[in-house]
């Protein structure tokens, strides 16, 4: 078995990597100074368990949990994670992340040795290899084979835990039985409340069915159980805005940009804006625009969405402003020619919209949408 330690200070790496030589368990033990260059070694070799740390420079270790979680040949790598802080919310995040187990600096080689080799008695267990092998299936959208698996360790564990119950609700959710798989979640809650993919799973069930409102009571018990997560804060936000419940909304959208770390903070910041932008808030859409072309000036999709949040509310002579100030520096880009077009029509300047969409048709000729603006252009 090959391990990967991430550890960006070199003594607690070389503590690490000696804890673990003695152990006699693995053929190799790697190692990288950060998330990314972790992630970079993920990507190339094959590993059977990461340590990592979780405060470092560029990528930490709960984003590098994150990105492995999101890929499909490196979401099943079991993580142990190593803390300086025993953080109640950091604990259930992690843990909601799928991490095998979590260790406290300082530690002694003697409970290194027997969490790792919990980790891997976990990883040769019957029960969590054909949870596992269930997982798997899932991910793949074959529901019927998981549902299978699911009933035969119905048939041979002496009870059934709540990931059980909760995994066959998701399965039955998929395949339309909505309230089988409402009764099967309603029982993974029942054992235990604490249970986050339960929470998770019945807010899309609630948002199958059409009921916002429950989906909104889910995801919040959720965010008590583990209020780290941006991704539910960012949804949460968007659920309370398409109700009416904005001050609400807002709550949540600034709690996910004020804990988002800085290699997340963009894709936040972007994620929000767009939820405002969906929901008219444009206003507040134009404020986050301007925040991440500070952050990252060159990328010209966020110049055209800031011009459509400026033009909305009126403001015509920034919008174009900001079409200008992205055309200096994307002079081949049709979208901010046809954008431009488009603010230029609502302020019936016919003649340079109709030059404007005529360059977003000359770079891109199959522009179909520019095309049928342009004709709306000549026939007024």
Known sequence: MRVLVVEDHPSMRSILKKMLYRM???????????????????????????????????????????????????????????????????????GEWGVFDYVVKPFSYSILKSRTEAVLERLRNPEDLLFREVERLKEMGYYREALHRVEEAEANLKELKAKWLTIKGECLLALGSLEEAQECLNRALELSDLYLPAHKTCAELHLKQGNIDRAIESLTRADEISPMDTDRKVSLGKLLLGQGRDDEGRGYFDKAVKQSSQAERGDILRRVAEAYMESGHFAEAEELFLKLIKLDPDQVETYNRL?????????????????????????????????????????????NARQSLQEAIRLDPGFTKAREVLRQVEAS
């Open 307 to 351: 011009g459509i949040a400026l033009r909305r509310q009126g403001k015509y002579d920034e919008a174009e402003a900001y079409y200008r100030m992205a055309l200096e520096s994307h002079p081949q880009n049709p979208v901010i020619f046809y954008n431009l077009g488009v603010l230029q029509f609502s302020r019936q300047d016919r003649k």
């Open 24 to 94: 006699q368990c693995f053929e190799s033990i790697e190692e990288a100074a950060d998330g990314e260059e972790g992630w970079h070694k993920m990507r190339t070799q094959i590993f059977h368990l990461v340590i990592a740390d979780i405060n470092m420079p560029r990528l930490n270790g709960i984003e590098l949990l994150k990105r492995c979680r999101r890929e499909s040949d490196l979401r099943n790598i079991p993580f142990l994670i190593v803390s300086g802080e025993a953080l109640q919310d950091v604990i259930a995040f992690v």
